[in-house]
């Protein structure tokens, strides 16, 4: 049989990057918790060759080696805030108490624009309920000339157990939580001092210091800075990665497993009807220097190996 021919009936490769082929997944944020990984994911529904958003669900995937992933029933619809109207954009999930809390972004049914709202299970897998009945942040408490500034919320709790919310498009905003996880605790404060910042932050902590990365420019390549505190002040370090492959947008979430850091994103690689709507996510390593900073990423087609 001719090579092409062989090309073209071959099976399709298992493992590599993207990491979940089934369906479209993107804003990926990853959770570790007793010794697995669970992947909160935006679901991108959009038939080809349709260019636009649309996203109803959130998808959840567990695996214990990076490698091999199990989808669980989607834990967690718009529909499951009834004040929101649509558009289930980038989310994480956090366990504090026994409890998993869910920051989410929509669209708000009667406040004009984006809004992020907090959802609440005893299962990391759900299902989900809204934990207030109403919308944590709603576009009327921020000011911005957008009405899509109150999306991509990111969620750390310090060593002290005091929460942190950061989210943002244009502008890097963020509130203390108090213990409950579904209340403001205090003012809402900006970062003013990002280069370039777009949007999708994400906050995490490493070898004494505090990392925020964020989406910057449009394509969006990842910048971050460094703190020595999760309320700053924060100094820019530069890129962590480029433009991802075919994809217009670039949403990333940082974790420690099993001894290594992975790098969570996603890009459009998919063929034949990947892109800018609809995505899909994958995992490379993440590399520390000496002095902290962090090396550049590496996409690769390969991803990660299987860790025991």
């Not at 408490?141 to 969620?155: A, F, G, N, Q, Y």
């Not at 996603?266 to 090396?295: E, P, Q, W």
Request: hydrophobic share 35%; aromatic share 12%; with cysteine.
């Amino acid at each position: 049989m001719p090579a092409a021919a062989a090309a073209q009936t071959a099976p399709a490769p298992t493992g590599g990057n993207p990491i979940i082929k089934a369906k479209y997944t993107a804003d990926p944020a990853a959770l570790v918790h007793n010794g697995t990984v669970y992947l909160y994911a935006g679901h991108d529904e959009a038939p080809a060759p349709e260019q636009r958003y649309v996203m109803h669900e959130w998808l959840c995937y567990s695996s214990t080696d990076m490698v091999t992933w199990k989808e669980h029933p989607s834990p967690l619809n718009v529909k499951a805030f009834a004040w929101a109207k649509d558009d289930a954009w980038a989310s994480q999930v956090i366990a504090r108490n026994g409890k998993f809390y869910w920051y989410a972004a929509v669209e708000h049914g009667s406040v004009p624009g984006k809004a992020l709202g907090v959802a609440v299970s005893d299962s990391p897998t759900g299902p989900f309920k809204d934990a207030r009945g109403s919308a944590l942040i709603t576009n009327a408490m921020t000011e911005s000339k957008i009405s899509w500034d109150d999306i991509d919320p990111t969620v750390f709790i310090d060593g002290k157990g005091q929460a942190y919310l950061y989210w943002g498009n244009t502008n890097c905003y963020w509130a203390k939580l108090k213990p409950n996880m579904t209340e403001l605790d205090g003012p809402i404060n900006k970062v003013t001092n990002l280069p370039a910042y777009t949007e999708a932050p994400w906050v995490h902590r490493a070898n004494g210091w505090y990392y925020l990365s964020y989406a910057t420019g449009f394509p969006e390549k990842i910048a971050y800075a460094m703190s020595r505190s999760i309320e700053g002040p924060w100094e820019y370090k530069g890129l962590l990665n480029e433009v991802a492959g075919n994809s217009n947008t670039n949403h990333q979430s940082i974790i420690d497993f099993k001894g290594q850091t992975y790098f969570v994103y996603h890009n459009g690689a998919i063929n034949t009807d990947g892109g800018s709507f609809r995505r899909s996510v994958c995992i490379d390593y993440l590399y520390y220097n000496k002095d902290g900073t962090m090396k550049r990423v590496a996409m690769t087609s390969e991803g990660v190996k299987a860790v025991k």
